[in-house]
């Protein structure tokens, strides 16, 4: 199975790097390694983070893992042959922003 990120998705995930990398020098780089390695654990088990948001029903749900270490959820969809990220959402700004990205059928790209 291969990952694949929304260019929004992506986006965020660099803002957010630099953003903790301006506070402390290397705590970009340790947000850059959790978020590769739940990637990594998304890719090899995407059925196993529960179904996010609760509400209609969807082809291919939107599911959610969190991070450990820093306030972000990754906002998800499983197809076939992908796990394609919508979102690496802050957990405590604009709640479901990212739900425009959702795609009911198949993946973009």
Not at 10 to 16: S, T, Y
Not at 29 to 38: G, P, R, T
Not at 88 to 94: D, G
């Amino acid at each position: 199975m291969k990952l694949q990120l929304h260019t929004e998705a992506e986006e965020e995930v660099f803002q957010a790097a630099a953003w903790y990398q301006e506070r402390v020098s290397g705590l970009g780089d340790d947000f850059l390694n959790e978020v590769d390695h739940w990637f990594a654990v998304l890719v090899e088990t995407p059925f196993g983070w529960p179904r996010w948001p609760r509400g209609p029903r969807l082809t291919s749900p939107i599911r959610r893992a969190l991070l450990r270490r820093f306030p972000f959820a990754i906002a998800y969809q499983v197809f076939e042959d992908r796990v394609f990220v919508l979102a690496v959402a802050h957990t405590s700004r604009r709640p479901l922003y990212w739900v425009t990205r959702v795609d009911d059928n198949r993946p973009p790209g």
